[in-house]
């Protein structure tokens, strides 16, 4: 008996002591800068959206917050930085879904995005809109599938290349509406908009803030929109899934999150979960959000992982069976 006090005594000894180091942990993070990996080229939509939550989180958090790009590989370069670091976080990712998702499909990657990262918040959404070129003379999604349909020629649409969310969405139209389109590949956006107002391609897909302004203007056709929801800066455009088509990968937005390496410690990943969502459900950001074409998210650990499960669970099996793989 006198064994068995001992041990508990020594097992609540141990307890007490590891709540104690729990509770300094908790309370010293951050004492240094943070690091944060945006796996895209600096000025790009999401190195932009992780500058600016950057430097209101840093407010919040009390320490400098430090943007290194590392673009390459569809995100999957500094993708895998973040999943190799220690777990303290001080290395984290402010990303697209790519690296977490399609890319594991369409390439060979050096991580498990199931196993291998945290997620700590889903920052903002985004539903892209598919535009036209002016010549195609089509208002909405009917037409522009009647065009495609009756074209003698297979009309051309620009993707971002394997897996990218263009091709998805567009080989998934073409599957469901019976048209054969032809797939130009391009590196990023700013391409594939110079050969669309360049007569070179029918179709591509952009974001409402860059397209906005164009359709107002009277440059491209603004056909549908990505979402359960029609755009705030496109509200005449009707979404995908209004004209007919709303699996999901027609409804998914595209999304820029805050996450890290496996294994970081609960209190630190509830620290930053909840700056984060403090910051992005403020008006300031939200309206800055707004006006670049996205939607403030800000969800908690679980949601984001709840979403992402479900994501992961579609994705990757549309792109084996649409047969856009590479590996």
């Not at 992780?50 to 407010?59: D, P, T, V």
């Not at 697209?96 to 998702?101: E, F, R, W, Y």
């Not at 599938?145 to 074209?151: E, G, P």
């Not at 263009?166 to 599957?175: D, H, N």
């Amino acid at each position: 008996m006198a064994v068995i006090k001992k041990a508990l005594g020594f097992g609540l000894a141990c307890a007490t002591a590891l709540g104690s180091v729990g509770a300094t942990a908790q309370s010293s993070y951050p004492n240094r800068v943070i690091r944060w990996i945006v796996p895209s080229t600096a000025g790009a939509p999401i190195d932009v959206i992780g500058r600016k939550l950057g430097e209101l989180m840093s407010a919040q958090l009390g320490v400098p917050i430090v943007i290194e790009n590392k673009p390459g590989a569809a995100g999957t370069i500094g993708a895998a930085e973040v999943a190799r670091a220690k777990p303290d976080g001080y290395t984290l990712m402010v990303s697209v879904g790519d690296a977490l998702i399609s890319s594991v499909v369409t390439m060979k990657v050096p991580y498990n995005p199931e196993r291998d990262f945290t997620l700590i918040s889903k920052i903002a959404a985004s539903g892209p809109v598919l535009i036209a070129n002016k010549a195609m003379q089509v208002d909405d999604l009917a037409g522009a599938v009647k065009k495609a349909q009756a074209a003698q020629t297979p009309l051309a649409y620009g993707s971002y290349g394997p897996g990218s969310y263009p091709q998805l969405i567009m080989e998934s139209l073409a599957r469901q509406a019976s048209v054969d389109p032809i797939e130009v590949p391009y590196k990023g956006s700013p391409p594939a908009m110079t050969d669309l107002l360049g007569g070179q391609l029918a179709f591509t897909f952009t974001s409402t803030s860059i397209a906005a302004p164009m359709v107002a203007d009277g440059k491209v056709k603004a056909i549908a929109v990505i979402g359960d929801k029609r755009s705030a800066l496109l509200p005449q455009v009707q979404t995908f899934a209004e004209a007919g088509y709303d699996a999901f990968v027609f409804k998914n937005k595209a999304w820029v999150g805050l996450s890290g390496p496996a294994g970081m410690p609960a209190d630190v990943v509830h620290k930053l979960a909840a700056a984060a969502q403090q910051v992005v459900r403020a008006p300031e950001f939200g309206k800055y959000l707004e006006n670049i074409g996205f939607d403030a998210v800000g969800n908690s650990p679980g949601e984001f992982l709840q979403e992402y499960r479900e994501e992961y669970s579609v994705v990757p099996g549309l792109i084996r069976e649409l047969g856009v793989a590479t590996h």
